[in-house]
């Protein structure tokens, strides 16, 4: 499993919004060859509220998938697979949102 060396780590930071919930995802990558390991999402929200408690869970079970798996790829389209979709294909949820965007780029780039 992936442990950080430092407190510094690379990673990138983007601000999504849906169904007028607005939040904010980390990816933090491993310096050793740039891989997404750690995933944050965390809103303006009250600590401790339902949404903001809800957001910490959905940051740990996607960290947690993507570094028990080797196949990084096979792993997020599985993730993808399993994530609830409206009737255009799109996600239904932040964490099908969040996977959706690291398909299209690890990095979040538009």
């Known amino acids: 499993m992936y442990e950080p060396e430092s407190n510094r780590r690379p990673g990138v930071t983007r601000k999504y919004e849906m169904d007028n919930h607005k ?3 980390n990816i933090g990558y491993d310096p050793k060859d740039m891989m997404p390991r750690v995933v944050r999402i965390w809103s303006d929200m009250k600590i401790g ?3 903001s408690d809800m957001l910490i869970d959905l940051s740990d079970d996607i960290t947690e998938r993507l570094q028990i798996r080797k196949n990084l ?8 697979a ?5 009737g255009d294909g799109t996600a239904s949820t932040i964490q099908g949102l969040v996977i959706d965007e690291l398909i299209k780029s690890y990095y979040l780039e538009n």
Request: hydrophobic share 45%; glycine share 0%.
């Open 82 to 86: 399993a994530a609830p979709r409206r």
């Open 73 to 80: 790829d096979k792993s997020l389209e599985r993730m993808a």
């Open 49 to 51: 509220t339902v949404f």
């Open 23 to 25: 939040f904010y995802v």
